[in-house]
C-alpha cells in the first residue's frame, strides 16, 4: 500500500498520544504496589491474586521475602524461577523485595542467589526491628550494621535500601532519627525508601525528598484524611501528589509502590494513571 504525505502526517498526532500515553503515569514509570497488604489472598492463590492486580492496571510489585515473613511462607516452596515465571504470567514485574534484617545478617548469600534468580535489582530492609525503647546509640550501631552489608550487595550488583516506619520520625536526645540515620547510612551503599503514610504525623515526603537529593530508592504511597484521621486511598487525602512528584526526580526515585488494601489499590491506580 502507498502511504500518501498527508496520511503519514495525519497519523503521526496519534501514534505521538500512543507513545506519550505509554509514559504517561507519574515520572514516567509503571505504576506499582507492594503485595504485604493482599499477603492472604496471595498466600491462598498466589498467580490469581497476581492477575488480579494487573487486572486493576498495575505493572510492577513489590514482593516480601518468604523465608523471613510468616504471611508468605506458603510461597517459600517456588523456586526463584517458577515465582518469576508467574508474575511475568500475569503480566507483571518485580525488581524490589522487603527483607527482614535477621535474614539480611545471616543468610545474605542465599537471598541474593534468590534474588538474582527473580530478577530483583532491589533489596529493602523493610526494618530494623528494635524496641520502642532503643536509643539512638542501637540505631547508630544498626546502621553501620547494614552499611557492611550493603557493600556486599552492591558487589553482587543490587541496590540496598532502608524502608522507613512512624519510629524514625521521633526525636532521641533532640535528634529526629530519621536525620541520624541519614548521617548514618553510606550514599551510595544504602538508598531510602520512603513511606509517604508519615504525613499522619505532619511530615511531608516532599521535604526528604529535596532535603536529601539523590538518596531516595522508592517510595510507598498512601494518603490521609486529616478530618477522618485515617488512611484514604491516593488522591483522596492531604497529600500534595504533583509536588510529591516532582521532589521524587530530586530524591533519584527509581519506582513507586501504593500499599494499601486492594479497595485503596482501585481508586489509588485510577488517579496515579490520570495525573
Known sequence: MNTTRRQFLGAAPAALAAAQALHADPLGMPIGCQVYPVRDALAKDFEGTLRELAAIGYRTIEMCSPPSYAEFRPLAGLSAAQMRHTIEGAGLRCESCHYQFRELKENLDERMAFAKELGLKQLVLSSFGLPASAT?????????????????????GFQLGYHNHNNEFKELEGVLIYDELMRQF??????????????????????????????????????????????????????????????????????????????????????????
Do not use: C
Open 136 to 156: 539512638l546509640a542501637e540505631y547508630k550501631q544498626a546502621a553501620t550494621e547494614l552499611n557492611r552489608i550493603g557493600e556486599r550487595t552492591q558487589k553482587a
Open 186 to 275: 553510606d550514599a551510595k551503599l544504602v538508598k531510602m525508601q520512603f513511606q509517604v503514610a508519615v504525613i499522619s504525623l505532619g511530615f511531608e515526603a516532599a521535604t526528604y525528598l529535596k532535603k536529601y537529593p539523590g538518596r531516595f530508592l522508592s517510595l510507598h504511597l498512601a494518603d490521609y484524611s486529616t478530618a477522618d484521621k485515617t488512611a484514604v486511598p491516593v488522591g483522596s487525602g492531604v497529600v500534595d501528589w504533583k509536588k510529591l512528584f516532582a521532589a521524587a526526580k530530586t530524591g533519584g526515585v527509581k519506582n513507586y509502590f501504593v500499599e494499601m488494601d486492594l479497595k485503596a489499590m482501585k481508586a489509588s491506580y485510577t488517579y496515579l494513571h490520570k495525573l
